[in-house]
């Protein structure tokens, strides 16, 4: 029996004549390749230059910075609110990590997190973030009365290690913070790449009493059948949807659809990137759980979150945004 067989050709070039260059044709020609590879057309062909070159020298500059820094634990958290689309209250913030040393250098995580993860520097981060995401959760409910839950990214690397269930556990265990107050946020493109053992860490991790959450949704192509096979918690609308609030007659059909799958998985959803009022009354109107973005605040220190959530700024915002008026 004949079975069709399909090819995909990539083509990179390293120029060894270039003695500048020399000592650089195997990391040159695999940057050129990989560059090769992702394009999407007959002709997958990349030439070494000296734009490839600049590359390389960054992201080894990068991942240079990265392991002093994961040597000495030279990151520094964020703390982005999370508000109940009902109550206008405080119910998760997100835990972000920021390089004080590459955001010098104005590199931010969308550049050096990729790169830890090429670098097999990503778990260290990872732990690093936990465990300190969790020390200032313990820390939040001691100062200022805290009661609600911390959301904490998680490299999709941590769901092909089997020890990643015992490190969070033991991380909960040390800050004596409660499973059912952690959430652990996966992008929807790491979701769709997982094999039966990342699934039995996801599993493993509900059954824990952790909560997942899968985010920037509608990016990827997450099958219906594996979400529904394997559910999640929470749902995440990216936020290229929320910004075509009011400029596009389809955003409400897309948004509608997405927020349905959701509640019909059982699974609440958060609309993020709310940057108007109008959003957040568009978003709250078609029955999304949470919301979170800049209308409501920017990423806050320990210290400035503590002074956030004891005055509570958003009394405020719940008035004006009742009186707005949505058109469709």
């Not at 069709?4 to 390293?14: K, W």
């Not at 955001?103 to 732990?127: K, L």
């Not at 509570?312 to 058109?327: F, G, R």
Request: charged letters at 25%; proline letters at 3%; hydrophobic letters at 35%.
């Amino acid at each position: 029996m004949a079975f069709p067989l399909s090819l995909e050709f990539a083509q990179s070039i390293f120029p060894l004549y270039d003695e500048t260059h020399r000592g650089l044709w195997q990391r040159g020609t695999e940057a050129a390749l990989n560059k090769a590879k992702q394009i999407k057309n007959q002709r997958p062909l990349v030439y070494f230059d000296t734009r490839l070159l600049e590359e390389i020298n960054r992201r080894e500059e990068i991942e240079k910075i990265l392991l002093t820094c994961c040597s000495n634990g030279d990151f520094e958290l964020m703390y982005m609110p999370l508000v109940d689309a009902k109550t206008y209250k405080i119910a998760s913030i997100e835990v972000l990590v920021r390089c004080p040393p590459l955001q010098a250098m104005g590199i931010g995580p969308e550049e050096f997190i990729p790169a830890a993860e090429r670098a097999n520097m990503i778990g260290d981060i990872d732990t690093w973030v936990m465990d300190n995401a969790l020390k200032t959760l313990h820390s939040l409910e001691k100062k200022v009365g805290y009661d609600g839950d911390v959301s904490i990214n998680i490299s999709a690397l941590e769901l092909y290690n089997n020890e990643f269930i015992e490190l969070i556990c033991g991380a909960c265990n040390k800050h004596e913070v409660s499973h059912d107050r952690v959430i652990l946020e996966v992008t929807e493109t790491s979701y769709v790449k997982s094999t039966k053992d990342t699934i039995a860490i996801i599993s493993g991790l509900r059954d824990l009493g952790f909560r997942v959450s899968l985010d920037d949704f509608g990016t990827g192509f997450t099958s219906i059948n594996q979400l529904l096979s394997y559910p999640v918690d929470e749902l995440k609308v990216d936020k290229s949807f929320v910004e075509r609030i009011g400029t596009e007659g389809s955003e409400e059909r897309m948004l509608n659809s997405i927020i349905s799958l959701g509640h019909n998985c059982d699974a609440k959803v958060v609309g993020e990137g709310v940057e108007t009022g109008y959003q957040c009354r568009y978003l709250t109107e078609l029955g999304c759980d949470y919301l979170q973005g800049y209308w409501f605040s920017k990423p806050l220190t320990y210290f400035e979150f503590c002074d956030f959530y004891s005055k509570d700024h958003l009394v405020d915002i719940k008035t004006k945004i009742s009186e707005l008026k949505i058109i469709r």
